[in-house]
């Protein structure tokens, strides 16, 4: 008996629950850029129960928790801003965007 009719077997009379809504997915969407990092595994685990919680992915999350953090950074430092701002520069010239 393969493995999916143990499992038909088992829900025969049962009924399923609904499924999960579908999230939009951000892998082909061009506004968005994928990374990685690297953190503790006590701070990985908090954030995994807190997600579950709110019943937010983990894309959201971490976008969340950036978003806060640069507002929090950015009050009132308008001035240091102004060094990461594309300037023009001659052709061939690397910029801070010919970095990404």
């Known amino acids: ?3 999916y009719e143990v499992l038909a077997k088992r829900s025969a009379g049962k ?5 999960a809504p579908i999230r939009a997915t951000r892998r082909g969407n061009p506004s ?5 990092a690297y953190v503790p595994h006590d701070l990985y685990r908090k954030l995994k129960v807190r ?7 983990l894309s959201e999350a971490v976008e969340q928790a950036i978003s806060d ?9 308008q001035r240091r801003a102004a060094a990461f701002r594309i ?3 001659q052709p061939g010239a690397r910029t801070a965007r010919s970095r990404c």
Request: glycine share 6%; proline share 9%; charged share 35%.
């Open 87 to 89: 300037r023009p520069t």
């Open 32 to 36: 968005y850029r994928q990374f990685s």
């Open 1 to 3: 008996m393969s493995r």
């Open 69 to 77: 953090w640069l507002q929090k950074k950015s009050g009132g430092k």
């Open 15 to 19: 009924e399923l629950p609904a499924p």
């Open 51 to 57: 997600q579950a919680e709110d019943d937010l992915d």
